[in-house]
């Protein structure tokens, strides 16, 4: 079947500007996750979703990041006056919560502020 | 709170060989998964092994097996017949199960290059 997927795959902004960053996870899974991957590092965690709720938010770094889930599948995370701090990898996981509960990641969104 | 360390930035190694890449962690749960993870230039993050912390056994995926010692905290990645396309960043990652969050947490990685 499908598998995680994120758009756009690349974005380049300029610093102050507004962005949505779109994922799709695998369908049924409940569980989403939002990461932060700044180069040479580690991913960081941002956000967690279990169906539409945030269940936890506190890896946000500021109050102009902001996700969404409505419908409990497709997920935004929106970054408001970007700055150049902001760029980095934002990578996307969706787990069917159960026993096992692997995280499955899709190829992430590139994000560049200028 | 846990932490996870990769003590090796960059490996090499020559095909057909074996490598083995190290990951420790810090944790005061008895009850917790443990992860490799193999990031590609592609960025696709994608899942090689895990290990759950109540399972004696070491986990074991065709070439790919982990030597996990609970008491050291030690969660080491061996990759057996290393092939060109097993070159790829490699993250260690821990996740405390539970009705909650159950985030991963990553060391920085290791960058793997295997050699013809």
């Known amino acids: 079947g499908a598998g995680v997927s994120q758009t756009p795959s690349n974005k380049v902004t300029e610093k102050g500007k507004y962005v949505e960053l779109r994922c799709d996870p695998i369908?049924?899974?409940?569980?989403l996750y939002w990461y932060r991957q700044s180069l040479g590092q580690g991913p960081e965690f941002l956000i967690y979703?279990?169906?539409?709720?945030?269940?936890?938010d506190s890896g946000l770094p500021n109050d102009r990041f902001f996700a969404v889930r409505p419908e409990g599948s497709v997920s935004t995370l929106k970054i408001q006056r970007t700055e150049r701090g902001d760029s980095a990898v934002y990578l996307c996981?969706?787990?069917?919560?159960?026993?096992?509960?692997?995280?499955?990641f899709g190829p992430g969104t590139r994000l560049t502020v200028l | 709170a846990q932490t996870v360390t990769q003590s090796q930035p960059e490996m090499s190694v020559q095909e057909a060989e074996t490598v083995t890449l190290s990951c420790t962690y810090d944790?005061?749960?008895?009850?917790?998964?443990l992860f490799w993870y193999k990031q590609p230039p592609s960025r696709q993050m994608i899942l090689v092994i895990r290990?759950?912390?109540?399972k004696q056994q070491n986990a074991t995926e065709n070439r790919f097996s982990v030597n996990f010692q609970k008491a050291a905290k030690s969660f080491s990645l061996k990759i057996s017949d290393s092939q060109l396309g097993d070159t790829a960043m490699y993250f260690c990652?821990?996740?405390?199960?539970?009705?909650?969050?159950?985030?991963?947490?990553w060391g920085l990685g290791t960058s793997l290059a295997v050699n013809p």
């Open positions: 996981a969706s787990s069917l919560r159960g026993p096992t509960d692997t995280q499955y």
């Open positions: 369908s049924g899974h409940t569980a």
């Open positions: 979703f279990q169906g539409t709720g945030a269940a936890d």
């Open positions: 944790t005061s749960e008895n009850n917790y998964y």
């Open positions: 290990q759950e912390a109540y």
């Open positions: 990652a821990f996740m405390k199960p539970g009705d909650g969050n159950r985030k991963l947490i």
